[in-house]
């Protein structure tokens, strides 16, 4: 079954870190660039980042709003990426989803969310 | 960054009948290679949001075809002919053109 599977959400601290996991099966995750998409409570969806495939140098890119405290990072022997989340603020607090990008630039393949919540 | 405006915010249809989503860009989505970087998805409650259809007019694998793209440029547009009760979700329009990838507000789809 092709399926994305995130982990690692959960309650932290304004100022913690977190880092969620994205797990993929049922494709070829070596040759798929992955993005990163949240979903605070009641709004909509904002794009958060992407990382390449190995052929592209695995670069990634970054919303300004997260750019310098979010990292992307793949580990294309485990068939996962991740998502390094540091300096967290309360309006970080949302679903976090991983989703590859396919064929037509689409983002094809969504996980069911992780939920964080940065709070005292 | 490419700003995404939908329309209407919230559409109760009847079931039966038909339904039609707007989408506008803010700048141009037509690539040079002369396909519309514009997609559409659905995001039932409780669920993750599922492509419907890609550049512009494709739908995506499995999905009704009840369900269809138009547009170019900067205004787009979603109908459903028939709208079924499983069809109740929140809709989105999204550009792939340029990264920052944006979305629309989205258009939440209610059954009268």
């Known amino acids: 079954e092709v399926q994305l599977v995130e982990s690692g959400g959960g309650l932290v601290q304004p100022g913690g870190s977190l880092k969620l996991s994205c797990a993929a099966a049922?494709?070829?995750?070596?040759?798929?660039?992955i993005h990163w998409v949240r979903q605070a409570s009641g709004k909509g969806l904002e794009w958060l980042g992407r990382?390449?495939?190995?052929?592209?140098?695995?670069?990634?890119a970054y919303a300004v709003s997260v750019e310098g405290r979010f990292a992307i990072s793949r580990d294309d022997s485990k068939n996962t990426a991740y998502l390094q989340m540091n300096s967290l603020k309360s309006e970080d607090t949302a679903v976090y989803y991983c989703?590859?990008?396919?064929?037509?630039?689409?983002?094809?393949?969504w996980g069911r969310g992780t939920m964080v919540t940065v709070s005292s | 960054d490419i700003v995404m405006t939908q329309s209407p915010l919230s559409l109760p249809v009847t079931p039966g009948e038909p339904a039609s989503i707007s989408c506008r860009s803010s700048?141009?989505?037509?690539?040079?290679?002369?396909?519309?970087?514009l997609h559409w998805y659905l995001q039932k409650p409780g669920q993750s949001p599922q492509l419907l259809i890609y550049?512009?007019?494709n739908r995506a694998s499995g999905v009704p075809d009840r369900f269809s793209g138009s547009g170019s440029g900067t205004d787009f547009t979603l109908r459903i002919t028939r709208v079924e009760a499983e069809d109740v979700g929140l809709y989105y329009c999204?550009?792939?053109?340029?990264?920052?990838?944006?979305f629309g507000g989205g258009t939440k789809v209610e059954i009268k």
């Open positions: 550049l512009a007019s």
């Open positions: 989703t590859r990008l396919g064929d037509y630039d689409a983002l094809d393949i």
């Open positions: 999204m550009q792939a053109l340029q990264l920052p990838l944006t």
């Open positions: 990382i390449k495939r190995t052929g592209d140098e695995y670069a990634t």
């Open positions: 700048r141009s989505l037509l690539h040079s290679n002369g396909k519309n970087y």
């Open positions: 049922g494709f070829t995750f070596r040759g798929s660039p």
